[in-house]
């Protein structure tokens, strides 16, 4: 892209990429309206903010960050997603459209006992196809972070799916 990015520039690339945010946002809220504001919401900052854009190649990365930043703003404010804690590669590598309706609802109430960082990662990694230098980028973390972030969010995944409801904080299951 080279530069600074116009609004016109802006809004063609995000119109290219809607449908990614759109996801993104659904993985934390599970619901179509809430998701749409969300991306209508990541928009507004991503318009708002276009000043701050250091990097116009990383427009992509730079908005994933705010569609993810949105997601968790909006999750904590309307308290529809509990925070919790990481992961399953089986079951997260599974295509969706493989998976039986009970099997989608159990990896996503996985997915929800994850702390935001650790979703984000899963999300991104399995969902979204992305790579750890990519991941990476997306959560200003370095690379090492995101898949030692992502590994132990897989072992929280496949514990809460095999075993049931867990107290990640103890590390115990409960009663």
């Known amino acids: 892209?080279?530069?600074?990015?116009?609004?016109?520039?802006?809004?063609?690339?995000?119109?290219?990429?809607?449908?990614?945010?759109?996801?993104?946002?659904?993985?934390?809220?599970?619901?179509?309206?809430?998701?749409?504001?969300?991306?209508?919401?990541?928009?507004?900052r991503g318009l708002k903010n276009l000043h701050a854009l250091r990097a116009p190649e990383s427009l992509d990365s730079w908005l994933t960050r705010i569609v993810v930043n949105a997601a968790v703003d909006y999750a904590r404010g309307n308290r529809r997603v509990v925070p919790c804690e990481d992961a399953v590669l089986e079951r997260a590598a599974v295509q969706e459209e493989d998976l039986i309706p009970e099997d989608s609802l159990d990896l996503f109430a996985a997915l929800d006992a994850l702390s935001e960082k650790d979703r984000a990662c899963v999300i991104l990694r399995y969902f979204e196809e992305y790579s750890f230098p990519g991941i990476s980028q997306v959560l200003q973390e370095p690379e090492s972070t995101v898949k030692s972030r992502l590994y132990r969010a897989l072992r929280k995944m496949r514990l809460f799916l095999e075993k049931g409801d867990t107290d990640y904080e103890r590390g115990q299951e409960t009663v």
């Open 1 to 44: 892209m080279g530069g600074v990015v116009s609004k016109a520039q802006f809004a063609r690339e995000f119109q290219l990429r809607r449908r990614k945010y759109y996801r993104i946002a659904y993985s934390y809220v599970k619901n179509e309206h809430d998701a749409l504001d969300i991306v209508g919401e990541a928009a507004y």
